[in-house]
């Protein structure tokens, strides 16, 4: 069975969650590095990219959480990333498309639209249970 509760602790140290009193995130950038949808060692090139410029953000105020991911299951034209909330999915992201969807996306709130492929915005439970009503 889990340690539940070190997971609670570890999660706020990172800033995952807000029930804890601590930070919440407002982006989650997923970064294939896979090796099939481009070569692997462009895509973690790109993850280092977002991982950087989420520090830069975080000094300006702003939480950006970066997660390697093993497969976004397209497997072709990539680096491809993902960035929550807006469901936002980019294809082509070497590390220079990566500094330009950090200044756009990540600093501006509007998507580098050349590379989207497509968007998927995840709906919160409040805006669910408001659209049954
Ligand atoms: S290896 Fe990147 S999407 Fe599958």
Redesign the pocket.
């Known amino acids: 069975m889990a340690d539940v509760k070190k997971l609670r602790e570890k999660a706020a140290k990172r800033g995952i969650g807000t029930a804890t009193g601590g930070g919440g995130y407002e982006r989650h950038v997923l970064v294939?590095?896979?090796?099939?949808?481009?070569a692997k060692s462009e895509?973690e090139a790109t993850l280092k990219i977002f991982r950087r410029r989420a520090k830069v953000l975080e000094s300006q105020g702003h939480r950006v959480y970066c997660t390697p991911v093993?497969?976004?299951?397209?497997?072709?034209g990539?680096?491809?990333v993902v960035i929550y909330p807006e469901g936002t999915w980019y294809h082509s992201v070497s590390p220079s498309v990566a500094e330009r969807i950090a200044d756009m996306h990540l600093g501006q709130g509007q998507p580098l639209e050349e590379h989207v492929i497509t968007s998927n915005a995840l709906h919160s439970e409040r805006n669910d249970s408001a659209e049954q009503n």
């Open positions: 294939c590095v896979g090796g099939s949808c481009s895509n093993e497969c976004l299951q397209l497997c072709r990539g680096p491809l």
